[in-house]
């Protein structure tokens, strides 16, 4: 048997952890007669230096293959104290490398490594660590991550019992990951990692057409360590409670009481990875931001947007004075009571064919649209699956702990609903002054058709925001 370190490795044995960019530590050796190899308790190392911080594990191991046809090694990382197994991944001896990757945790013990193989197969293991906690900011976290075919990343963050007190039922926590690095082809148009600063900016950059050419990632958030590991396995793959999000240019995940999961104390991990059904083989460079907003205020403004939409009673008398100013006395004649049987006998006085086509049209539609939007809704907060309901959650605001969507989306269609009533009310009272007249040969159901085309327009946009997709775009 032999083993050799390189010089880094010597200094993470005797427990030399300083900075979150780690060298590796390189084992190299080759196992016993009996396909096993032990390292001694000499040989462990440790994390101490990491405090109570929370940091992950990688091993990169290969080996070789001793002429037996396929041949597999087993690399165990293991706690010495308790003997439990921290990370383990079965590697396949035909020279290429495998990596695994353990999940965020407080190591501040001793560790080892265990290699069940072949009979003298000699095998070459990386060891890494880094730290997950993301770095805080003026009040933001945020950090600039790289990832790529072989590797992913995880970041944590942690909330205590006394900040989410603080923090209020109406309050929400956004992640977003924002790449820059989002083609395959010009080298010119990536970004160097390295190089990048606070003022960097998500987006598409220069050909920011090229689709096609765009590298996909997946973004996680949780605080279910299995569904972590199931998602790194299979990125696409269910995770019930947790939320996860594809992006090229700029992803956004939003948790908050009413989400699945919810809003709550304790350690929340954050992953990303590319998307393997893609077979992507280029790197991506992430900016990784998380920022909580407490307590945000609805009532100020829907009260704005419903005085702007009352700025539309103004409209049509602006527009008499200006083009038919010679009968602005007509509504002095128009009698309450007069009005009042208008409405009274809408439905069956007078020609309201257009109006009701409209009317019926409208229902259909809405009534199909909801029950689409509505149960896709429900399987993406079952499923996990953010790309169900994702347009762009950057004003994403949810509506306290009662219903997780975009509650100023759904408000900003208001004016629509508001003009559309008010247009009926003009109308109606235009109508009163007609029927006063005597004119009883007009068709009112056009300009009517209209009101209730502004409200239709309204409720679609509304059904819309419920769960926004391309899909549902087309289907409302």
């Not at 994702?390 to 508001?418: Q, T």
Request: charged letters at 20%; a negative charge; glycine letters at 6%.
């Amino acid at each position: 048997m032999c083993l050799s370190f390189s010089f880094w490795g010597t200094l993470l044995l005797t427990g030399f952890v300083a900075a979150e960019d780690q060298s590796p530590l390189k084992l190299s050796g080759k196992t016993s007669a009996n396909g096993i190899y032990i390292f001694g308790e000499d040989d462990a190392f440790s994390l101490n230096s990491y405090g109570e911080s929370t940091s992950t594990f990688s091993l990169k191991s290969s080996c070789k293959d001793n002429n037996l046809g396929d041949s597999y090694m087993n690399v165990v990382l293991y706690n010495i104290q308790t003997s439990e197994s921290i990370l383990s991944h079965n590697v396949k001896c035909d020279g290429g490398s495998f990596s695994a990757y353990s999940n965020p945790d407080v190591y501040n013990e001793k560790y080892n490594i265990r290699v069940i193989g072949q009979s003298e197969q000699e095998f070459d293991v990386e060891v890494y660590s880094e730290l997950t906690g993301l770095e805080l900011k003026d009040g933001v976290w945020e950090m600039f991550v790289a990832v790529n075919e072989d590797s992913h990343v995880v970041k944590s963050i942690y909330l205590s019992e006394e900040q989410i007190e603080a923090i209020g039922t109406w309050s929400y926590m956004q992640v977003s990951a924002e790449s820059n690095d989002t083609f395959l082809e010009d080298e010119s148009k990536n970004v160097d990692l390295n190089s990048l600063d606070s003022s960097w900016t998500h987006g598409c950059g220069p050909g920011g057409s090229d689709t096609s050419a765009r590298n996909v990632g997946k973004l996680i958030v949780t605080q279910n360590k299995e569904d972590l590991n199931s998602f790194f396995e299979n990125p696409n793959a269910i995770v019930a409670e947790s939320v996860r999000l594809s992006f090229s240019c700029f992803g956004m995940i939003t948790i908050s009481n009413a989400s699945s999961p919810t809003l709550k104390s304790g350690l929340w991990l954050i992953g990303v990875t590319l998307d393997s059904s893609q077979n992507q083989t280029k790197p991506k460079d992430v900016k990784i931001r998380v920022t909580i907003d407490r307590d945000y205020q609805y009532s100020e403004r829907i009260l704005i947007l419903l005085g702007v939409s009352f700025i539309g009673l103004i409209i049509p008398f602006l527009a008499r004075v200006i083009f038919d100013a010679g009968n602005m006395d007509i509504f002095k004649k128009v009698e309450f009571k007069t009005w009042r049987k208008v409405v009274r006998d809408w439905f069956w006085r007078g020609n309201k064919g257009m109006t009701y086509l409209v009317a019926l049209l409208a229902a259909l539609l809405v009534v199909s649209a909801f029950q689409v939007v509505h149960a896709r809704h429900d399987e993406m907060m079952k499923s996990g699956d953010r790309d169900l309901c994702y347009y762009n959650e950057k004003c994403y605001r949810p509506y306290g702990d009662i219903y997780d969507v975009s509650v100023n989306g759904i408000a900003s269609n208001l004016p629509f609903m508001v003009q559309g009533v008010l247009l009926i009310l003009y109308f109606s009272f235009a109508e009163s002054y007609c029927r006063a007249n005597d004119h009883k040969h007009y068709d009112y159901s056009l300009p009517y058709s209209f009101g209730f085309a502004f409200i239709c327009e309204g409720f679609g946009s509304l059904i819309y925001h419920i769960c926004p997709s391309q899909i549902i775009f087309q289907v409302i």
